[in-house]
């Protein structure tokens, strides 16, 4: 056993400690629930260093039977591709744990025992290398986050927990579909098999399996990412779900979809995936501007962040999609951003809620001179958000628009009227919460940010900070694993590229990319 | 002491002191706890800037106060003197550039190049020091340390002392940021850094709708620019394959121009002009500038006059190269700058709020700048920025002066006679105004006579730039005067309390002012124009000391074909014409001051759309905000709901209907076919159960009756 197998293990015995826990005693679980998401955080940090140094590999790797037959294998490792989102959902369930410390009032230790149950999923999802385990992890995910929304949420909660369950699941079924097709051509579930199989050439998919295995595959992240026009659940689930729970839903939840898109859809269906890549690229580009249009007018501020997501995250899939380094890269490096500065501006709003005890726009007004921390804070969240400079996500955007700029300019165009609008809508949203009279409510209700309230913020603007200024901690070992897959891409791949794309306007050629026979 | 070394701790400084604010400025300036009843007249102040300074409710300020006055200028200060430092150093360089390279920002894996060769793409944190960023850094420093200065008097009443400080400082390190990157990525890093600052500085009184509005406002049309930047460092990068000034213009070198049609260097060319006009207030993206004078009067005058407004004519200077290659893309910029020039000129003429009128004027020069740049000239671009950053600050930090004394008003209709009153801010307002009217002697008059004689002269230039220009030099002395004569001249028009009231300002903010007084003269004498071949060569040192910076085609072009007769005659013709818009001026309004009132109504529909600016602003509101944004969301907004969400509840509801459906199928058919002929047998079998009772007497007696019929049967026959 080695670090990552204690790092899945341990949420899961916290999980089951929680429980065990009398009911009388909610501290008890709050404590442990911390202590046990805080150790996972410091033993996964221990993750990063290996890691670092090379991207392109799987580390940590454990490769043990499970079930006989099926042969399905309990198969996990990290590489530079998931380390960060494992660090994304170690770091942020303690923030979680200390965000819920008292807005969560009833129900406290089935509560943390689904928080700890939810961790447990999300790291397996990103560390997974057996197609099954994989969807084993990808539906575990599921039911906490399904609890979390339909016990803890606000009045329309049953509604949103179980659209949101159903929707994901009516993607992931599809899934197991492709991953059973799979194993029936192949006999293994193991991801790395296949793939050297394909490399091999001893597993060639033709074009039409390709493109409906990928289409399987495609619908389930998709709905997931959430692209448009598969992205209603979003805005009902964030609205209804407790604070801690939208923070996991935004920040780790939606990368799911994406990581999946990167991991697996690209490299195993290559074909497919450039044939789709016009329309997905399309999709991706009307969820920016579409996502921020309606953002622009949501009166309720969850809704408002909601739809700001399906904007960004519509960069994500548009960096996948374009194939290259830059927007390959950029794509995983805004999956980070998003889950830092998407997940604070939750955990504001979650602030804010907890004091006005609501999430209208219109009862607020005036909050900076209120509580003058609380507006910073969310000052600094906003401007990550819509993409200043030296704060994270411009640098998830600009390596984005290279990418899609090297492809084609016109995407980067579109691309960029997003980030005019993102400006917009977050802007006017804080001019009306923040700024103006204060009326008497919110004079006498919101206070500034308290000690532990702090603790869960610092972490989050200090990434922002840190990703923003020096890239260099974060993107070598994810540029080392996109070569990797850049390269799958372009085996047992029948495509036609433009290549080079070409901005000086040389004659583009038509170039036949070898099959792997 | 090595200062070239040491450039990027010139932008350092200044940021040292806006994270020590941030951190804790609170401290050093606690607020005035906020009651209900207190908030009313802490706003009636925020509003009125400092209305009520003699009368003594102003809160008590903590005396660690005094230590931001201290620290926030002092780190300006000691830029500008690692600056001067700097660029004395550069000076004694051969190689009149000087590149600090810290580390590695943005970095990619190699990919491939539009040419098929590998490029990699790379984005220093490193700084550039040229005569070009040398000039920048300088006005920046110094004008900024001399604002901070003034800022100390001005602001000395206000709550949130520490917040504008610390973001004053955190503006100028960005602002020197911007102007000493070494490539476009950092370039934009200063961009949109100066263009936070500024959106914080207009709401900065975050009380008033109207200020956090201009905020927006501003920051939004500026993201409109900045969009477009970044597509052209996009473009920059395809074509070039690197973003550092000094590798790209290298690259470009080998490129021949675009003369013929508009390809790929104008469009690249274009989409950076675009952004020059979002943050430097041009057609069409002018319209933030004068609703941010929202800010406090010494933001306006660091930041929308003197520093900020003028990057993206920097930024165009700077890709003077690229331009060079694109003769299309600077007619562009050439023909929107003279345009810009004439139209904010002639909004000029109405405005009655005395800062408004100094921010359409700023947009005004900005676009003698730009038509300066357009024409190939950008020394002279460069120059009228320099001394355009001296008299314009001047004139803000003037009228910030005057509003001060006038407890707030800032409409000039109820101003006038000041001019005793208030004699230091009066005189050097007069130097300032004389400068931009452009009176020979006056730092102002150097450049805007370069700038004309270089429309008329420059193989890029055209007589109808000239004109356009020329005219717009009228209006300028025309309406910069009417603001003089209407502020100071006459008799004044402001109630009697505030008459009572009115008081130069204190030496911490008129010292500020003489300083700057003194630029807005001798600025100007290191360029005078060539034809004043009498005087030595050090007045013409600020061209020579450019010249390094410009690829060769640009610098041939600014010298266009010399006629000193030419010239002398154009430079009278200017002089003559800027005479004559201060006289007309005084006319107007000192002899004859119910005269403009009556031309007014005499004009037709022509004033009020003078004074409503053209209508620009509702216009813009109408289509874009209103009709774009918010009515695009809303239309958007109710389709996803309807449409999208519909369409998931929908299928929801068919699966509930379907399952309904077959829930009744399968009760009523399919278990009703059971049941059915459960029923069948069961009713067939019904007669049966008469005959099966289970009795056997019963059978005892049917056997017995059987057995009878059959022997009576047998009997009968």
Same mark, same amino acid.
């Given at each position: 056993? @080695?670090?990552?197998?204690?790092?899945?293990?341990?949420?899961?015995?916290?999980?089951?400690?929680?429980?065990?826990?009398?009911?009388?005693?909610?501290?008890?679980?709050?404590?442990?629930?911390?202590?046990?998401?805080?150790?996972?955080?410091?033993?996964?940090?221990?993750?990063?260093?290996?890691?670092?140094?090379d991207?392109?590999?799987?580390q940590?790797?454990?490769?043990?039977?499970?079930?006989?037959?099926?042969?399905?294998?309990?198969?996990?490792?990290? =590489?530079?591709?998931?380390?960060?989102?494992?660090?994304?959902?170690?770091?942020?369930?303690?923030?979680?744990?200390?965000?819920?410390?008292?807005?969560?009032?009833?129900?406290?230790?089935?509560?943390?025992?689904?928080?700890?149950?939810l961790?447990?999923?999300?790291?397996?999802?990103?560390?997974?290398?057996?197609?099954?385990?994989?969807?084993?992890?990808?539906?575990v995910?599921?039911?906490?986050?399904?609890?979390?929304?339909?016990?803890?949420?606000?009045?329309? *909660?049953?509604?949103?927990?179980?659209k949101?369950?159903?929707?994901?699941?009516?993607?992931?079924?599809?899934?197991?579909?492709?991953?059973?097709?799979?194993?029936?051509?192949?006999?293994?579930?193991?991801?790395?098999?296949?793939?050297?199989?394909i490399?091999?050439?001893?597993?060639?998919?033709?074009?039409?399996?390709?493109?409906?295995?990928?289409?399987?595959?495609?619908?389930a992240?998709?709905?997931?990412?959430?692209?448009?026009?598969?992205?209603?659940?979003?805005? =009902?689930?964030?609205?209804?779900?407790?604070?801690?729970?939208?923070i996991?839903?935004?920040?780790?939840?939606?990368?799911?979809?994406?990581?999946?898109l990167?991991?697996?859809?690209?490299?195993?269906?290559?074909?497919?995936?450039?044939?789709?890549?016009?329309?997905?690229?399309?999709?991706?580009?009307?969820?920016?501007?579409?996502?921020?249009?309606?953002?622009?007018?949501?009166? @309720?501020?969850?809704?408002?962040?909601?739809?700001?997501?399906?904007?960004?995250?519509?960069?994500?899939?548009?960096?996948?999609?374009?194939?290259?380094?830059?927007?390959? =890269?950029g794509?995983?490096?805004?999956?980070?951003?998003?889950?830092?500065?998407?997940?604070?501006?939750?955990?504001?709003?979650?602030?804010?809620y907890e004091?006005?005890?609501?999430?209208?726009i219109?009862?607020?007004?005036?909050?900076?001179?209120?509580?003058?921390?609380?507006?910073?804070?969310?000052?600094?969240?906003?401007?990550?958000?819509?993409?200043?400079?030296?704060?994270?996500?411009?640098?998830?955007?600009?390596?984005?628009?290279?990418?899609?700029?090297?492809?084609?300019?016109?995407?980067?165009?579109?691309?960029?009227?997003?980030?005019?609008?993102?400006?917009?809508?977050?802007?006017?949203?804080?001019?009306?919460?923040?700024?103006?009279?204060?009326?008497?409510?919110?004079?006498?209700?919101?206070?500034d940010?308290?000690p532990?309230?702090?603790?869960?913020?610092?972490?989050?603007?200090?990434?922002?900070?840190?990703?923003?200024?020096?890239?260099?901690?974060?993107l070598?070992p994810?540029?080392a694993?996109?070569?990797?897959?850049?390269?799958?891409?372009?085996?047992?791949?029948e495509?036609?590229?433009?290549?080079?794309?070409?901005?000086?306007?040389?004659?583009?050629?038509?170039?036949?990319?070898a099959?792997? *026979? | 002491?090595?200062?070239?070394?040491?450039?990027?701790?010139?932008?350092?400084?200044?940021?040292?002191?806006?994270?020590?604010?941030?951190?804790?400025?609170?401290?050093?300036?606690?607020?005035?706890?906020?009651?209900?009843?207190?908030?009313?007249?802490?706003?009636?102040?925020?509003?009125?800037?400092?209305?009520?300074?003699?009368?003594?409710?102003?809160?008590? #300020?903590?005396?660690?106060?005094?230590?931001?006055?201290?620290?926030?200028?002092?780190?300006?200060?000691?830029?500008?003197?690692?600056?001067?430092?700097?660029?004395?150093?550069?000076?004694?360089?051969?190689?009149?550039?000087?590149?600090?390279?810290?580390?590695?920002?943005?970095?990619?894996?190699?990919?491939?190049?539009?040419?098929?060769?590998?490029?990699?793409?790379?984005?220093?944190?490193?700084?550039?020091l040229?005569?070009?960023?040398?000039?920048?850094?300088?006005?920046?420093?110094?004008?900024? #340390?001399?604002?901070?200065?003034?800022?100390?008097?001005?602001m000395?009443?206000? +709550?949130?002392?520490?917040r504008?400080?610390g973001?004053?400082?955190?503006?100028?390190?960005?602002?020197?940021?911007?102007?000493?990157?070494?490539?476009?990525?950092?370039?934009?890093?200063?961009?949109?850094?100066?263009?936070?600052?500024?959106?914080?500085?207009?709401?900065?009184?975050?009380?008033?709708k109207?200020?956090?509005?201009?905020?927006?406002?501003?920051?939004?049309?500026?993201?409109?620019?900045?969009?477009?930047?970044?597509?052209?460092?996009?473009?920059?990068?395809?074509?070039?394959?690197?973003?550092?000034?000094?590798?790209?213009n290298?690259?470009?070198?080998?490129?021949?121009a675009?003369?013929?049609?508009?390809?790929?260097?104008?469009?690249?060319?274009?989409?950076?002009?675009?952004?020059?006009?979002?943050?430097?207030?041009?057609?069409?993206?002018?319209?933030?500038?004068?609703?941010?004078?929202?800010?406090?009067?010494?933001?306006?005058?660091?930041?929308?006059?003197? +520093?900020?407004?003028t990057?993206?004519?920097?930024?165009?200077?700077?890709?003077?190269?690229?331009? /060079?290659?694109?003769?299309?893309?600077?007619?562009? $910029?050439?023909?929107?700058?003279?345009l810009?020039?004439?139209?904010?000129?002639?909004?000029?003429f109405?405005?009655?709020?005395?800062?408004?009128?100094?921010?359409?004027? +700023?947009?005004?020069?900005?676009?003698?700048?730009?038509?300066?740049?357009?024409?190939?000239?950008?020394?002279?671009?460069?120059?009228?920025?320099?001394?355009?950053?001296?008299?314009?600050?001047?004139l803000?930090?003037g009228?910030?002066?005057?509003?001060?004394?006038?407890g707030?008003?800032?409409?000039?209709?109820?101003?006038?006679?000041?001019?005793?009153?208030?004699?230091? +801010?009066?005189?050097?307002?007069?130097?300032? /105004?004389?400068?931009?009217?452009?009176?020979?002697?006056?730092?102002?008059?150097?450049?805007?006579?370069?700038?004309?004689?270089?429309?008329?002269?420059?193989?890029?230039?055209?007589?109808?730039?000239?004109? $356009?220009?020329?005219?717009t030099?009228?209006?300028?002395?025309?309406?910069?005067?009417?603001?003089?004569?209407?502020?100071?001249?006459?008799?004044?028009?402001?109630?009697?309390?505030?008459?009572?009231?009115?008081?130069? /300002?204190?030496?911490?903010?008129?010292?500020?002012?003489?300083?700057?007084?003194?630029?807005?003269?001798?600025?100007?004498?290191?360029?005078?124009?060539?034809?004043?071949?009498?005087?030595?060569g050090?007045?013409?040192?600020?061209?020579h000391?450019?010249?390094?910076?410009?690829?060769?085609?640009?610098?041939?072009?600014?010298?266009?074909?010399?006629?000193?007769?030419?010239?002398?005659?154009?430079?009278?013709? /200017?002089v003559?014409?800027?005479?004559?818009?201060?006289?007309?001026?005084?006319?107007?309004?000192?002899?004859?001051?119910e005269?403009?009132?009556?031309?007014?109504?005499?004009?037709?529909?022509?004033?009020?759309?003078?004074?409503?600016?053209?209508?620009?602003?509702?216009?813009?509101?109408?289509? #874009?905000?209103?009709?774009?944004?918010?009515?695009?969301?809303?239309?958007?907004?109710r389709?996803?709901?309807?449409?999208?969400?519909?369409?998931?509840?929908?299928?929801?509801?068919?699966?509930?209907?379907?399952?309904?459906?077959?829930?009744?199928?399968?009760?009523?058919?399919?278990?009703?076919?059971?049941?059915?002929?459960?029923?069948?047998?069961?009713?067939?079998?019904?007669?049966?159960?008469?005959?099966?009772?289970g009795?056997v007497?019963?059978?005892?007696?049917?056997?017995?009756?059987?057995?009878?019929?059959?022997?009576?049967?047998?009997?009968?026959?």
């Open positions: 056993m @080695n670090l990552l197998d204690l790092i899945l293990l341990l949420p899961a015995a916290g999980f089951l400690a929680v429980l065990l826990l009398p009911r009388r005693n909610p501290g008890a679980a709050r404590g442990v629930a911390l202590a046990v998401s805080l150790a996972v955080f410091v033993l996964s940090l221990a993750l990063a260093a290996p890691v670092w140094k991207g392109s590999t799987m940590f790797v454990t490769d043990a039977d499970w079930i006989e037959s099926p042969a399905i294998r309990y198969h996990v490792g990290v =590489d530079g591709l998931g380390i960060w989102l494992v660090l994304l959902a170690t770091l942020l369930t303690p923030v979680c744990v200390l965000v819920s410390w008292r807005h969560i009032d009833r129900r406290v230790k089935e509560f943390y025992a689904f928080l700890l149950l961790e447990v999923g999300l790291i397996g999802v990103f560390v997974a290398l057996d197609l099954f385990l994989f969807y084993v992890f990808w539906e995910s599921l039911v906490p986050m399904y609890f979390l929304i339909g016990i803890w949420g606000h009045e329309r *909660r049953i509604y949103a927990a179980v949101f369950f159903l929707y994901t699941m009516a993607g992931s079924v599809l899934m197991l579909a492709c991953i059973i097709y799979l194993y029936n051509r192949t006999g293994t579930f193991d991801y790395t098999s296949l793939l050297a199989m490399n091999a050439g001893d597993l060639i998919l033709s074009r039409p399996e390709q493109l409906l295995l990928f289409l399987g595959f495609f619908i992240f998709a709905i997931k990412v959430p692209l448009f026009p598969l992205h209603t659940w979003l805005p =009902d689930a964030h609205v209804e779900a407790p604070t801690a729970g939208s996991m839903l935004a920040s780790v939840m939606l990368k799911m979809g994406t990581y999946g990167v991991r697996f859809a690209l490299p195993m269906f290559p074909t497919a995936a450039r044939e789709f890549a016009w329309w997905i690229v399309i999709l991706a580009i009307i969820g920016i501007i579409y996502g921020a249009l309606v953002a622009m007018v949501q009166p @309720n501020m969850k809704k408002l962040v909601a739809y700001s997501s399906v904007s960004h995250l519509g960069f994500v899939v548009l960096g996948i999609f374009t194939f290259t380094q830059a927007g390959l =890269d794509a995983v490096y805004q999956m980070l951003n998003h889950g830092i500065s998407t997940g604070a501006l939750f955990l504001l709003v979650g602030y804010l004091r006005r005890h609501s999430l209208e219109a009862d607020f007004g005036g909050v900076a001179t209120a509580a003058p921390n609380l507006s910073t804070v969310f000052m600094i969240t906003m401007l990550a958000s819509i993409g200043l400079p030296m704060l994270n996500n411009f640098v998830g955007e600009f390596l984005v628009l290279v990418g899609s700029a090297q492809v084609d300019f016109r995407w980067t165009v579109f691309a960029a009227i997003g980030v005019i609008l993102s400006a917009c809508y977050m802007l006017w949203l804080y001019q009306r919460v923040f700024f103006g009279e204060t009326p008497e409510k919110v004079r006498e209700k919101v206070y940010l308290r532990r309230e702090w603790a869960a913020a610092i972490p989050l603007v200090a990434l922002m900070v840190w990703m923003g200024t020096v890239t260099k901690t974060f070598p994810v540029s694993r996109n070569a990797e897959i850049l390269r799958q891409t372009t085996v047992n791949a495509f036609l590229v433009e290549a080079p794309p070409g901005a000086r306007g040389a004659a583009a050629e038509a170039v036949e990319v099959d792997a *026979r | 002491m090595n200062f070239l070394d040491a450039i990027w701790l010139i932008p350092l400084f200044p940021l040292f002191g806006a994270v020590l604010m941030f951190l804790i400025g609170r401290r050093l300036d606690p607020q005035p706890e906020r009651s209900p009843e207190a908030l009313e007249p802490e706003l009636a102040e925020a509003m009125g800037e400092d209305a009520g300074q003699e009368h003594g409710h102003h809160p008590r #300020f903590a005396p660690t106060r005094r230590l931001i006055s201290w620290i926030c200028p002092g780190t300006v200060l000691v830029s500008l003197l690692f600056s001067i430092g700097a660029v004395v150093q550069l000076a004694g360089l051969a190689e009149k550039a000087h590149q600090v390279i810290l580390y590695t920002w943005l970095a990619g894996l190699p990919f491939h190049m539009g040419d098929g060769a590998v490029g990699r793409f790379a984005a220093d944190l490193g700084f550039l040229d005569p070009l960023s040398g000039v920048m850094i300088l006005v920046v420093t110094f004008v900024g #340390f001399f604002i901070h200065v003034y800022s100390i008097g001005y000395g009443h206000e +709550t949130g002392y520490y504008f400080f973001y004053l400082n955190l503006f100028v390190f960005f602002m020197l940021t911007l102007v000493l990157a070494n490539n476009y990525a950092l370039l934009f890093v200063g961009w949109e850094g100066v263009g936070l600052c500024s959106y914080l500085l207009i709401g900065f009184y975050f009380h008033r109207s200020a956090s509005d201009a905020g927006i406002k501003a920051f939004v049309v500026n993201r409109i620019g900045d969009a477009a930047f970044i597509l052209g460092i996009f473009m920059i990068f395809a074509l070039t394959g690197t973003v550092r000034f000094l590798d790209v290298q690259a470009l070198h080998g490129l021949s675009e003369t013929a049609g508009f390809g790929v260097l104008s469009l690249t060319a274009l989409l950076l002009f675009v952004g020059a006009t979002g943050k430097s207030a041009q057609i069409p993206l002018y319209v933030w500038l004068p609703d941010a004078m929202e800010g406090p009067t010494p933001v306006s005058a660091l930041i929308h006059a003197a +520093t900020m407004v990057a993206g004519v920097y930024m165009v200077a700077r890709s003077n190269a690229l331009y /060079s290659l694109a003769p299309e893309t600077m007619a562009v $910029v050439a023909t929107i700058g003279a810009t020039a004439i139209f904010a000129a002639s909004i000029a109405a405005q009655n709020d005395i800062k408004r009128v100094l921010a359409y004027s +700023t947009v005004s020069q900005l676009g003698y700048m730009f038509l300066a740049a357009g024409v190939g000239a950008y020394w002279v671009a460069i120059f009228h920025l320099f001394t355009h950053a001296f008299f314009k600050a001047l803000f930090l009228s910030g002066s005057v509003i001060h004394a006038m707030g008003e800032q409409d000039m209709r109820k101003m006038g006679g000041l001019k005793d009153k208030i004699p230091t +801010t009066f005189w050097t307002m007069a130097v300032a /105004s004389l400068a931009i009217a452009g009176i020979p002697g006056f730092a102002g008059f150097f450049s805007k006579d370069e700038i004309l004689w270089q429309a008329w002269s420059s193989p890029y230039g055209s007589k109808a730039l000239w004109a $356009v220009g020329t005219v030099a009228l209006m300028t002395a025309f309406y910069m005067w009417r603001l003089m004569y209407m502020t100071f001249w006459g008799e004044c028009r402001a109630d009697e309390h505030t008459k009572a009231h009115i008081h130069e /300002s204190p030496p911490v903010m008129t010292v500020p002012l003489t300083v700057l007084a003194a630029g807005s003269v001798l600025a100007g004498w290191l360029g005078v124009p060539k034809a004043w071949a009498f005087l030595p050090s007045f013409h040192a600020f061209e000391w450019l010249e390094p910076v410009w690829v060769a085609a640009a610098h041939e072009a600014g010298q266009g074909a010399h006629e000193a007769a030419l010239e002398w005659a154009l430079m009278g013709l /200017s003559l014409l800027a005479v004559a818009g201060i006289l007309i001026a005084r006319y107007l309004y000192v002899q004859r001051p005269l403009p009132d009556r031309i007014a109504e005499a004009s037709g529909p022509l004033y009020p759309a003078l004074l409503n600016k053209w209508y620009v602003d509702e216009i813009y509101n109408f289509l #874009f905000v209103d009709g774009l944004a918010k009515g695009g969301g809303r239309v958007l907004g389709f996803d709901q309807a449409i999208v969400d519909g369409g998931v509840n929908g299928a929801g509801w068919m699966t509930r209907f379907a399952s309904a459906v077959s829930g009744w199928w399968d009760t009523w058919i399919v278990d009703g076919t059971v049941r059915l002929i459960a029923f069948a047998v069961k009713m067939i079998s019904y007669p049966v159960r008469f005959l099966q009772t009795f007497q019963q059978y005892a007696a049917v056997i017995l009756a059987g057995m009878a019929v059959a022997l009576g049967y047998y009997l009968i026959k």
